[in-house]
């Protein structure tokens, strides 16, 4: 079944630890992007990639990196986790034809 | 600061009722408007891409219109089931790498 898969479903991760969620596409679009949903706040990007091998920092980047080494996958990294990242974290892809397209999401707890 | 707003934020209906969802947006200036549903504990699924250039798209029972000028759109969903229970959220892409996400409505249809 065409579309994204995001990994893990859920973690929980000791504060200063380093964690990368995966994201991978099967659709071949280019433009990728991660989101962050907290209740009251809504979904809000972190950094999205228009292309492999380009990134581009969104509107909450601090304490998180991506890497788009190849058009499939586009991994959301924290390098050292503090509590404030606990969040449901949702990879997405997008065409000008079809929009946005959601994977299922990670649900993340730092500790 | 494109700014989007959902009325109502939460709405409570029995089964076979025919629903208005609102969705208003501070700029026109917009590629597309996408609504979204999500269901507790769960991603983002696409229900209905409309661009800027369209006045509204219709799949099934939803129907969704734009009104670009007056920064409104609405989701019509006809004769309502148990089953349309979920948040729905519209989203507005103002530019190329963002997508701006209302805080959603809540919608439970009892049977």
């Known amino acids: 079944i065409a579309g994204i898969t995001q990994a893990p479903t859920s973690q929980i991760l000791a504060a200063g630890r380093r964690m990368t969620l995966r994201c991978t596409q099967d659709?071949?679009?280019?433009?990728m992007y991660w989101y962050r949903q907290d209740l009251g706040l809504g979904l809000r990007l972190i950094h999205y990639?228009?292309?492999?091998?380009?990134?581009g920092k969104g509107e909450v980047p601090d304490g998180y990196s991506v890497s788009r080494a190849n058009t499939d996958d586009f991994p959301l990294t924290l390098a050292s986790a503090v509590p404030s990242q606990t969040s449901v974290y949702f990879c997405?892809?997008?065409?000008?034809?079809?929009?946005?397209?959601f994977g299922s999401g990670t649900r993340l707890t730092v500790v | 600061k494109q700014e989007v707003t959902q009325i109502p934020a939460a709405l409570s209906v029995p089964e076979g009722e025919n629903l208005v969802l609102n969705c208003s947006f501070t700029?026109?200036?917009?590629?597309?408007l996408q609504w979204f549903r999500q269901d507790p504990g769960k991603g983002l699924t696409s229900l209905l891409l409309?661009?800027?250039?369209?006045r509204e798209q219709t799949s099934g029972r939803l129907n969704a219109s734009l009104d670009k000028s007056s920064g409104r759109s609405t989701l019509y969903i006809a004769a309502s089931q148990p089953g349309d229970s979920a948040t729905y959220l519209c989203?507005?892409?103002?530019?190329?790498?963002?997508?701006?996400f209302g805080t959603g409505t809540r919608l439970q249809v009892f049977p």
């Open positions: 997405a892809s997008r065409t000008d034809r079809d929009g946005y397209t």
């Open positions: 659709m071949r679009h280019n433009a």
């Open positions: 990639s228009n292309t492999a091998g380009t990134t």
């Open positions: 700029d026109s200036a917009i590629y597309n």
């Open positions: 409309i661009q800027s250039s369209q």
């Open positions: 989203a507005v892409r103002p530019g190329r790498d963002k997508l701006i």
